[in-house]
């Protein structure tokens, strides 16, 4: 089992571990919209591979968590189910959050189980003044501080940062779930 850097041909099969693990209301997720459309931090996305094949991946991203308070994304991470429970998912973690604090990054956050990440350092208590730009569960928003200074409680709206990716043009969920209720509505009314 190697971790490494993530490369360009390693797109496709990351996409696809990921539905397999996520399913397809993965892109819905309000964590999600802060990833959309931007690019991972740079070096900080990694796939494991085991006989050349993609089965575990892990991305961080920009955020801020509050004016001037730059920070990290973390997600997601994913595990091929037939290379779970071989501590694969905490080599990603460690590695990400390694290369993270070496690249000078102050703080990450993640949604996620508190019982699996706390063992990483992560806290609810960490980022409890935060919120994200739509639904979440209060309790699976954790956080990391990285350096001593950001071990001070931000408070405020995570937005996304970073580097647009090439090409993207914004999906409007919202919009997408508006005209399939409109269309649910004209048909129940024309029956």
């Known amino acids: 089992m190697t971790i490494r850097h993530e490369r360009t041909a390693d797109i496709a099969a990351r996409e696809a571990l990921l539905d397999a693990s996520f399913g397809p209301g993965r892109e819905a997720k309000t964590s ?36 001037g308070r730059p920070a990290l994304l973390l997600g997601p991470l994913a595990v091929d189910p037939d290379c779970r429970n071989r501590g694969l998912g905490a080599a990603l973690m460690e590695r990400a959050i390694a290369e993270a604090r070496r690249r000078g990054h102050r703080e990450i956050l993640l949604v996620g189980d508190a019982p699996y990440y706390v063992r990483f350092g992560f ?6 003044g935060l919120s994200l730009p739509g639904p979440f569960e209060r309790h699976r928003l954790l956080g990391l501080a990285l350096v001593p200074d950001a071990a001070a409680k931000a408070v405020g709206l995570v937005r996304a940062t970073g580097i647009p990716a090439p090409g993207f043009a914004p ?20 029956a």
Do not use: C, M, Q, Y
Not at 174 to 180: H, W
């Open 32 to 67: 999600e919209r802060l990833r959309e459309g931007r690019l991972p931090a740079e070096g900080l996305s990694f796939v494991a591979t085991e006989r050349g094949r993609v089965v575990g991946t892990v991305r961080l991203w920009h955020i801020t968590t509050g004016p």
């Open 123 to 128: 806290s609810a208590a960490h980022a409890a």
């Open 171 to 190: 999906v409007d969920i919202g919009a997408i779930r508006r005209n399939k209720a409109a269309k649910r509505s004209r048909l129940s009314h024309a």
